[in-house]
T-cell receptor, first 115, second 111 residues
Framework: DTAVSQTPKYLVTQMGNDKSIKCEQN?????MYWYKQDSKKFLKIMFS???????INETVPNRFSPKSPDKAHLNLHINSLELGDSAVYFC??????????????FGPGTRLTVL | DAKTTQPTSMDCAEGRAANLPCNHS???????VYWYRQIHSQGPQYIIH???NNETNEMASLIITEDRKSSTLILPHATLRDTAVYYC????????????FGAGTTVTVRA
């Protein structure tokens, strides 16, 4: 069973379109994340949700809107896609313990190409 | 911003131990040291983490210096499948939940 799954794996679309990426985790974790890895391979946090509540919102354009319908799902909707949005997007989840430990499990990634 | 310093790359012979260093001289008392790796085109994979004590699991060992300003990840018997980018990260979920990835160390295991 896949612990953290993302769909689609590949997404090719035109500039200006609106698209969504879905993420699901079956680990029972209470926290989920979206990361972006650009062409230079740097991984950067975009958003984090804890128990369906937004807790991290880095300086991401408001064209990006995360939605968490329940603890097991965190979807990413992107409006008016731009060339610079081309990247690999990774979803992750974790169970944050009172000790402070935060081991994150990552999905396989969604490669978004904007033409 | 990454708070760690790692070598850009290193080679390792298959079957030998790979020792990956990491400096984190500004680490705070409540920050853990995490190690992740990313094999080409895959999502990052958790390896190990520690606070003060040395840790070992089925994948690797983590040695943290007494002053906690540096650590070493040890892959005891490197295989070709261990070729990946290895990231050393310091993070405290009491401050925030995010992991700040730097450039990491590109480890190439050679036959």
């Amino acid at each position: 069973d896949t612990a953290v799954s993302q769909t689609p794996k590949y997404l090719v679309t035109q500039m200006g379109n609106d698209k969504s990426i879905k993420c699901e985790q079956n680990l029972g974790h209470d926290t989920m994340y979206w990361y972006k890895q650009d062409s230079k391979k740097f991984l950067k946090i975009m958003f984090s949700y804890n128990n369906k509540e937004l807790i991290i919102n880095e300086t991401v354009p408001n064209r990006f809107s995360p939605k968490s319908p329940d603890k097991a799902h965190l979807n990413l909707h992107i409006n008016s896609l731009e060339l610079g949005d081309s990247a690999v997007y990774f979803c992750a989840s974790s169970q944050v313990f009172s000790s402070g430990s935060n081991e994150q499990f990552f999905g396989p990634g969604t490669r978004l190409t904007v033409l | 911003d990454a708070k760690t310093t790692q070598p850009t790359s290193m080679d390792c012979a298959e079957g030998r131990a790979a020792n990956l260093p990491c400096n984190h001289s500004t680490i705070s008392g409540n920050e853990y040291v995490y190690w992740y790796r990313q094999i080409h085109s895959q999502g990052p994979q958790y390896i190990i983490h520690g606070l003060k004590n040395n840790e070992t699991n089925e994948m690797a060992s983590l040695i943290i210096t007494e002053d906690r300003k540096s650590s070493t990840l040890i892959l005891p018997h490197a295989t070709l499948r261990d070729t990946a980018v290895y990231y050393c990260i310091v993070s405290a979920s009491s401050n925030d939940y995010k992991l700040s990835f730097g450039a990491g160390t590109t480890v190439t295991v050679r036959a």
